[in-house]
Nanobody, 124 residues
């Protein structure tokens, strides 16, 4: 079955950087828009960023604009999230997801496949 496997999470000090990766298998990766979501303890899952299948279009939630960059490598079937200037409020489990829709979407329930998540902890 389809697998999305995230990696790259960890513990970092405020102001630091991390690069998350999400590798897909058994998925026609280039046919899917890809998104990153996060869920902090006691909070609902929230949209972070999305990238179109061709990487022409990207979209970010306001709180990460200018700090996070989503990218993808269709040959490697991998999507990335470069996170700079990290803040304690960025602490969460980060999930990647795949969406077969034409346009970029921000609602998690509209995505077709999900990874298991990777923990990001930002200390103050």
């Amino acid at each position: 079955q389809v697998q999305l496997v995230e990696s790259g999470g960890g513990l970092v000090q405020a102001g630091g950087s991390l690069r998350l990766s999400c590798a897909a298998s058994r998925l026609t990766f280039s046919s899917y828009n890809m998104g990153w979501f996060r869920q902090a303890p006691g909070k609902e899952r929230e949209f972070v960023a999305a990238i179109s299948r061709s990487a022409i279009s990207t979209y970010y939630t306001d709180s990460v604009k200018g700090r996070f960059t989503i990218s993808r490598d269709n040959a490697k079937k991998t999507v990335y999230l470069q996170m700079n200037s990290l803040k304690p409020e960025d602490t969460a489990v980060y999930y990647c997801a795949a969406d077969l829709a034409v346009s970029l979407r921000t609602m998690g329930h509209e995505y077709d496949y999900w990874g298991q998540g990777t923990q990001v902890t930002v200390s103050s």
